[in-house]
């Protein structure tokens, strides 16, 4: 069973800096696509930044110029660095996984969620 592992989540002061980490074990496989989501307080969970086993990357705009993800040589582990933070960036952070067979998505893992605060 594939499991997703994050750690790096805390309480910072705005503009100052964190990084996640998400680790993906349980498979021989590795995950095509790798990413963060998040979950604001009283909202809607939301796509944060994607990357792809090649490197391709995806952001939202919120996070454009301010966060960058990456991967590992092995591409089972994600992170997420986040600069230049504000306090609307507080939220549950998700770390998401995808597999791929043939070109096709066939299974996708969710972490537990770290909790990121930043205060005004």
């Known amino acids: 069973q594939v499991q997703l592992v994050e750690s790096g989540g805390g309480l910072v002061q705005a503009g100052g800096s964190l990084r996640l980490s998400c680790a993906a074990s349980?498979?021989?496989?590795?995950?095509?696509?790798m990413g963060w989501y998040r979950r604001p307080p009283g909202k809607q969970r939301e796509l944060v930044a994607t990357?792809?086993?090649?490197?391709?990357?995806n952001y939202a705009d919120s996070v454009k110029g301010r966060f960058t993800i990456s991967r590992d040589n092995a591409k089972t582990t994600v992170y997420l660095q986040m600069n230049s933070l504000k306090p609307e960036d507080t939220a549950v952070y998700y770390c998401?996984?995808?597999?791929?067979?043939?070109?096709?998505?066939?299974?996708?893992?969710w972490g537990q969620g770290t909790q990121v605060t930043v205060s005004s």
């Open positions: 990357i792809t086993s090649g490197g391709r990357t």
């Open positions: 998401n996984a995808v597999y791929y067979r043939d070109g096709h998505p066939i299974n996708e893992y």
């Open positions: 349980g498979s021989i496989f590795r995950p095509e696509v």
